[in-house]
């Protein structure tokens, strides 16, 4: 009695810890119409501006480049290389509302691999790690191997000497 009770008891926490996702899907993102760049736009120097307010609020917009520079509420803004994301094959720039330049992801990469806190080096450790311990487990089966064929080898001569057979 008591132990129908502890299953009914987990069988309602595990429908209550792991919700039913039939019929719910994932939203995804839709850039809106206004700031979507076709690929003849982007031909003229067109991209996607992502201006984030004071109010950490976001605006999409569709801007031109024109000499290296993006005219944004009257002010001259840099337009660099380095700066350049694309999403969905489409150009874009992300412009905090104070900054004369745009996000440099490039930059922020690099200063992530000079203060550590990248995690490209854990990667490379994680695979040296795995390197190890497969060619350690390989280091075994062939000394295995090894002391297996010289056994036999011994036993085979001690036969062969010994005469019998």
Known sequence: MLREDIKRVEEKLDKLMTPDKKGKKESKFILPKKAKVSFMKAKKNYVILVKVNDNNNVEFKK????EQTIME????????RGST???K???M???PKGSVVPIDFQRIYENSLNDGSNIVGYKL???????NTID????I???LKIGIGVIVAIVIGYALLTGSG
């Open 63 to 66: 801007v031109q480049i024109n």
């Open 89 to 91: 094959k489409m150009p």
């Open 73 to 80: 509420d009257g002010v001259p803004r840099l337009a660099t």
């Open 141 to 143: 089966g062939s000394g």
């Open 136 to 139: 350690e487990k390989k280091k």
């Open 125 to 131: 450790l994680m695979n040296a790690m795995k390197l």
């Open 85 to 87: 994301l694309y999403y």
């Open 93 to 95: 720039f992300i412009l």
